[in-house]
């Protein structure tokens, strides 16, 4: 962690978060809070990560089984699933391999919508999509009203922890996700 070391001026920034879902689960359940405590020791600023979000964020929801999506080769997907498992999560059916580049045009969310609606499993209380590759935020209130279920993506749990943790919720509409419209009391009761 090298990097928040090297950070200007810390003062001007309120937290620090790493933005690579991968990087943060690779080394199994735990790891996202060791990189945590690294990147906190090292710029004296409150920090998370992509994966830790993504727990907080389903937690803050509710969601229990979840149905996983990634662009990711098998071995690392079935990493991903293996952190959600460790984590408390049932997983309800994962799916990989999407090709990321349909969607590098600005908010071409359609193809991934399209590529994870027909797959979501009754029975899966929410979904969560993984990757910060995934740059769109504008799809996930048109994915969530599609399924009928919260979703989750890395880049707005990312957005969405950070800001909470650094008191800033306010900076988020809320009519980007159900994510959005959990209140700070809500999130005061996750674990």
């Given at each position: 962690?090298?990097?928040?070391?090297?950070l200007?001026?810390?003062?001007?920034m309120k937290?620090?978060a790493l933005g690579?879902?991968?990087?943060?689960?690779?080394e199994?359940?735990?790891?996202d809070?060791?990189v945590?405590?690294?990147?906190e020791?090292?710029?004296?600023?409150?920090?998370?990560?992509?994966?830790g979000?993504v727990?907080?964020?389903?937690?803050?929801l509710g969601?229990r089984?979840?149905a996983?999506?990634?662009?990711?080769?098998?071995?690392?997907?079935?990493?991903?699933v293996?952190?959600l498992?460790g984590?408390?999560?049932?997983?309800?059916?994962?799916?990989?391999?999407?090709?990321?580049?349909t969607?590098l045009?600005?908010?071409?969310w359609e193809?991934l919508?399209?590529?994870?609606a027909?797959?979501?499993p009754?029975?899966a209380?929410?979904v969560?999509?993984s990757c910060?590759?995934?740059?769109?935020?504008?799809?996930?209130?048109p994915l969530?009203?599609?399924?009928?279920?919260?979703?989750?993506t890395?880049?707005l749990?990312?957005?969405?922890?950070?800001?909470?943790t650094v008191?800033?919720?306010?900076r988020?509409p809320?009519n980007l996700?159900?994510?959005?419209?959990?209140s700070?009391?809500?999130l005061?009761?996750?674990?």
């Amino acid at each position: 962690m090298r990097a928040a070391r090297l950070l200007s001026h810390p003062r001007r920034m309120k937290g620090i978060a790493l933005g690579c879902t991968g990087g943060s689960f690779v080394e199994g359940a735990g790891y996202d809070e060791s990189v945590v405590k690294v990147m906190e020791e090292a710029s004296g600023l409150p920090a998370v990560t992509t994966s830790g979000a993504v727990l907080s964020s389903l937690r803050a929801l509710g969601v229990r089984k979840i149905a996983v999506f990634t662009p990711y080769d098998e071995w690392l997907s079935n990493r991903l699933v293996k952190f959600l498992q460790g984590s408390g999560f049932d997983i309800a059916m994962h799916a990989f391999g999407f090709d990321l580049r349909t969607t590098l045009e600005d908010n071409c969310w359609e193809p991934l919508n399209d590529w994870v609606a027909p797959q979501v499993p009754n029975d899966a209380d929410g979904v969560f999509i993984s990757c910060t590759d995934f740059g769109w935020l504008r799809g996930v209130a048109p994915l969530e009203e599609r399924i009928g279920r919260p979703l989750v993506t890395s880049n707005l749990a990312t957005l969405w922890h950070l800001l909470q943790t650094v008191n800033a919720a306010d900076r988020l509409p809320a009519n980007l996700s159900r994510l959005t419209e959990v209140s700070e009391s809500r999130l005061s009761n996750v674990g």
